[in-house]
């Protein structure tokens, strides 16, 4: 229990640390990847190049501090985080270290300013806070299919677009598979021949039948500095009957129970996670408008799948081509949604702010919007 000392404290300090929050963070990870190199095996070194994960964490700890008096209020945020933290296997004894490496950061960034008293009521506080997540991920611990990474063998690769490929895993000892929910991922554990480092990605189930394996679909990432390190050894190396360690499926982007209509709407790959919703509830006799911005329509994955639905009354495609219709607009919206639909997104950070902008605009309610981005939710601002 925090005193009522410490609480002021940490909430009169907050607007500071705001003030300098992604340089004490960037200080944090310099310090704690020197100390502890063997964290270079969990974290995403892409994300931490482009300054994501920096941006999350502080947002995290800040929203965090700022609620520490009722800290409930953090927990729909907290329990995204958890079930990736899980799927990561990060466990209740790295929390110490990340403390402790905040700790040092704030001291670090704040010099004089840093007090005994601040520095106190700050490790107190991470102390509160770490033991929010440690809790809820020890429940999603307990009810995960499996522990730990576990050999899968792959059984099927089929290219879904200029740009996707789906990939169908069995576990290779040979254990039966629990239903996956719609809209859930797994996280894969590679070792690219030559890095020095393991690397873990998430990538999203396509389908809730789980008959012939698990299936996930990974988009090949052309651009950028790191240029995809895991999406590009995962579509030029690995091939039906080799080996991938997979860690059980995770997430909590799922469709929630509602009388409302449905549309779904993804950017590029963020069609997989809808598409696996799409077949759940489809069956179900759901009206779903399935809303599709991709640059072409080479990059439009899973066209086996759209096809089979167009006799299907309920469901309803939309695609916009970007190259050349431009993009998805407020105007296009508008023509396409009433308004009333329960609305669920997945695409890149980008697409998901630029999308909740316009559909907040068309004066759609918060609550029936639910979206999952590629890279950290928190990073959105909106
Ligand atoms: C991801 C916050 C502790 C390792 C994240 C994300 C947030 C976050 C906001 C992004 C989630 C998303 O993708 O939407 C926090 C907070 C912590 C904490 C507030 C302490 C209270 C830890 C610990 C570790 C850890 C102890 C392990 C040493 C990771 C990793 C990711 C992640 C590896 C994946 C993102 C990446 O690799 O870029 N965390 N975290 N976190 N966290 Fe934590």
């Given at each position: 229990m925090l005193s009522q000392e410490t609480r002021d404290i940490v909430k009169a300090t907050v607007p500071v640390l705001e003030q300098h929050g992604t340089e004490i963070t960037s200080v944090f990870y310099a310090h704690m990847f020197e100390e502890h190199p063997e964290l270079l095996n969990i974290f995403n070194k892409t994300n931490q190049k482009l300054g994501r994960q920096q941006t999350a964490l502080a947002?995290?700890?800040?929203?965090?501090?700022?609620?520490?008096?009722?800290?409930?209020?953090?927990?729909?945020?907290?329990?995204?985080?958890?079930?990736?933290?899980?799927?990561?296997?990060?466990?209740?004894?790295?929390?110490?270290?990340?403390?402790?490496?905040?700790?040092?950061?704030?001291?670090?960034?704040?010099?004089?300013a840093a007090t005994p008293e601040i520095i106190?009521?700050?490790?107190?506080?991470?102390g509160v806070i770490a033991d929010v997540f440690i809790q809820l991920e020890k429940a999603l611990y307990d009810e995960a299919e499996w522990q730990g990474f576990k050999p899968f063998k792959v059984a099927r690769v089929k290219e879904e677009s200029a740009h996707v490929k789906s990939f169908i895993v069995v576990?290779?000892?040979?254990?039966?598979?629990?239903?996956?929910?719609?809209?859930?991922?797994?996280?894969?554990?590679?070792?690219?021949?030559?890095?020095?480092?393991?690397?873990?990605?998430?990538?999203?189930?396509c389908h809730t039948d789980i008959t012939k394996g698990i299936e996930f679909a990974v988009k090949r990432d052309v651009h950028g500095e790191e240029k995809g390190a895991v999406s590009n050894y995962l579509h030029d190396?690995?091939?039906?009957?080799?080996?991938?360690?997979?860690?059980?499926?995770?997430?909590e982007f799922t469709v929630k129970a509602t009388d409302r209509p449905l549309a779904f709407i993804s950017g590029g790959v963020g069609m997989t996670p809808l598409m696996a919703?799409?077949?759940?509830?489809?069956?179900?006799?759901k009206d779903?408008?399935?809303?599709?911005?991709?640059?072409?329509?080479?990059?439009?994955?899973?066209k086996d799948e759209i096809t089979a639905f167009h006799n299907q009354e309920n469901v309803q495609f939309y695609f916009n081509y970007s190259e050349s219709a431009g993009r998805l607009t407020k105007e296009k919206l508008e023509g396409i949604l009433t308004g009333e639909e329960e609305i669920y997104m997945c695409g890149s950070v980008n697409f998901m702010e630029v999308m909740l902008k316009t559909?907040?605009?068309?004066?759609?309610?918060?609550?029936?919007?639910?979206?999952?981005?590629?890279?950290?939710?928190m990073s959105i601002t909106m």
């Open positions: 947002q995290t700890v800040l929203a965090a501090a700022k609620h520490i008096d009722h800290l409930e209020a953090i927990i729909p945020n907290v329990n995204q985080i958890a079930h990736k933290h899980r799927a990561l296997e990060i466990k209740p004894e790295h929390y110490p270290i990340v403390g402790e490496n905040l700790i040092y950061a704030i001291r670090k960034v704040l010099g004089e106190n009521a700050w490790t107190e506080a991470y576990p290779v000892d040979g254990q039966a598979l629990k239903p996956v929910k719609a809209g859930q991922y797994i996280t894969v554990k590679v070792h690219p021949e030559g890095d020095p480092n393991d690397m873990l990605r998430h990538y999203s189930i190396t690995l091939k039906e009957g080799d080996e991938i360690l997979l860690s059980a499926p995770a997430g919703m799409l077949h759940e509830q489809a069956v179900k006799g779903v408008k399935f809303i599709h911005s991709a640059y072409n329509r080479a990059e439009v994955p899973f559909l907040t605009a068309m004066g759609i309610a918060r609550e029936q919007i639910h979206f999952e981005p590629f890279g950290p939710k």
